[in-house]
């Protein structure tokens, strides 16, 4: 039968023949896919591989030191971490219209990319954490089909043809479960071998509306406390996506002696298969009070909670 320790030990065998002494970049997104590609690739030729993360400043709270703990402090992988957060703000700045905000972090997203494997002077190798579902997917696909656009900005597709890599993809026979398997039994920690997936765009498509620092740190705030409470109560392995939404409005509230007018943010919570179609997940009152109870307490600006109770369709799973 399958085994993550022998599928470990295979393509540790198959990626030292394919690579031979060549250079292998890989981009790291902090999602279970690309680190546990970037895991695998370490394991079998260490220095021949640099991962590029880009920080473009649009990453749920502690993710970027996170990714720079696991692959450089622990792995001692070749990483490069790339500070692009103010460039990507000021890019955002004034954005409102969802689609503009998508081009424009996926175009930024590849410019710097692209700048970063060229400082790395030789390179052969892309790799890529494609999965077998990705792969089917793909093929069954034309190019001009609307839903083919939506992962484009997390795949690092749009590298240079001048470069002329060669694409390696390590996990494209996999299913998401055995790639879990493949992460722990490397010794990833759990926050990334059970993450959730997170859109390219990251939060710029949580903070509906104008993005700011300011308001992308409440949200960081927000979110960070229920996924916290996910984990503590072990609901987050029995969700598919959970995160939270800094909606453009106002709400009254009362603090003390007086009223307060502040932001309001939504709570989602998805199970699915494919996330083609997903149900709201069925979160326990108790849980869903103490996620609220301490967002309105800790997190200064935000004095109303709601949770979002629609399916998808006819809703999607992103807000926006
Ligand atoms: P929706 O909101 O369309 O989301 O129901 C389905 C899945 O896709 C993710 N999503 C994106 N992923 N870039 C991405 O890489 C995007 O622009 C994007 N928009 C949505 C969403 O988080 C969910 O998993």
Wanted: charged share 25%.
């Amino acid at each position: 039968g399958w085994t993550a320790q022998n599928f470990i030990d295979e393509s540790i065998e198959r990626i030292r023949q394919q690579i031979g002494d060549g250079q292998v970049i890989c981009g790291l997104s902090g999602g279970v896919d690309s680190s546990v590609a970037a895991a695998l690739l370490h394991r079998a030729i260490g220095d021949q591989l640099t991962c590029i993360f880009v920080n473009n400043g649009l990453l749920r709270k502690d993710e970027a030191q996170q990714v720079v703990q696991t692959f450089q402090t622990e792995m001692h992988a070749r990483l490069v971490a790339v500070d692009a957060v103010d460039a990507f703000l000021e890019a955002l700045a004034g954005v409102t219209d969802p689609e503009v905000k998508r081009t424009t972090i996926g175009e930024k997203f590849i410019r710097i990319f692209e700048a970063e494997a060229r400082k790395l002077g030789q390179v052969d190798f892309l790799a890529q954490g494609t999965l077998y579902p990705d792969v089917i997917e793909s093929a069954n696909r034309h190019e001009d089909d609307p839903a083919a656009k939506i992962k484009t900005h997390h795949n690092v597709g749009g590298l240079p043809k001048d470069m002329a890599l060669q694409l390696i993809e390590p996990l494209r026979f996999l299913f998401k479960d055995e790639v879990r398997k493949v992460g722990k039994a490397l010794g990833l920690p759990d926050q990334i071998v059970w993450r959730h997936p997170f859109p390219g765009p990251g939060l710029a498509v949580r903070v509906i509306g104008a993005i700011t620092p300011e308001r992308l740190d409440t949200l960081r705030e927000v979110d960070a406390i229920l996924i916290e409470e996910l984990w503590a109560s072990g609901w987050y392995q029995q969700t598919s996506q959970a995160f939270a939404v800094l909606l453009p409005v106002q709400s009254v509230g009362v603090m003390g002696d007086g009223r307060t007018y502040a932001n309001v943010a939504a709570i989602r919570a998805v199970t699915t298969e494919d996330y083609m179609t997903a149900d709201w997940a069925h979160l326990p009152y108790d849980l869903l009070s103490r996620v609220s109870n301490r967002i309105v307490n800790e997190v200064p600006g935000v004095n109303r909670v709601v949770y979002d109770i629609t399916s998808k369709p006819p809703a999607t799973i992103e807000w926006e």
